[in-house]
């Protein structure tokens, strides 16, 4: 059937640098805190049941890989994984960085399949029928594709379509 189409929309106000990085780091920090729970053996006994994985050592391991994201963020050293780790207070949808701008995805999801796993962005309804025409061989649409690809652009002029 191909691969995901995720629609993103701008984000607006644009937050800065110094936002984003204070954002990821209170999300990691509140990570590290559920691994120093699970390290001690304080996490629910029915979260345990559905994930039984979630050990002591399990804890461990992964808690050391947030320290090490955490050092990595502190001292400026992953700009673009930065920008994409950036979550919202009010949502936990996925964000990305194209050229400096922040977007964040929408309800919009799968409007269109495409074959493989391309890295092509699409920035316009325009652009987006061009290629849908140029790669018909190897896209799957939907009974209401053209539909809801007017609506997005409609709603999100300044959205993109990403693959993935």
Known sequence: MGCHT????????????????????????????????????????D??????EWTAEYGIKYKSILERQIKFVEKDLCYNALYNRYNSDITSKLTININGILYIETDYHDVFRKYNYP??????????????????????????????????????????????
């Open 6 to 45: 995720w629609f993103y929309k701008k984000i607006a106000p644009q937050p800065t640098y110094n936002e984003v990085k204070e954002n990821v780091l209170k999300h990691l920090k509140k990570n590290i805190d559920f691994y120093d729970r699970m390290i001690i053996g304080d996490i629910d006994a």
């Open 47 to 52: 979260l345990l049941e559905a994930y039984p």
């Open 119 to 164: 890295t092509d962005k699409l920035f316009s309804l325009k652009e987006t029928l061009e290629y849908i025409e140029k790669y018909k061989d190897e896209i799957y649409i939907y009974e209401d594709t053209f539909e809801i690809l007017e609506q997005f652009w409609l709603e999100y002029p300044d959205g993109v379509i990403k693959f993935g």
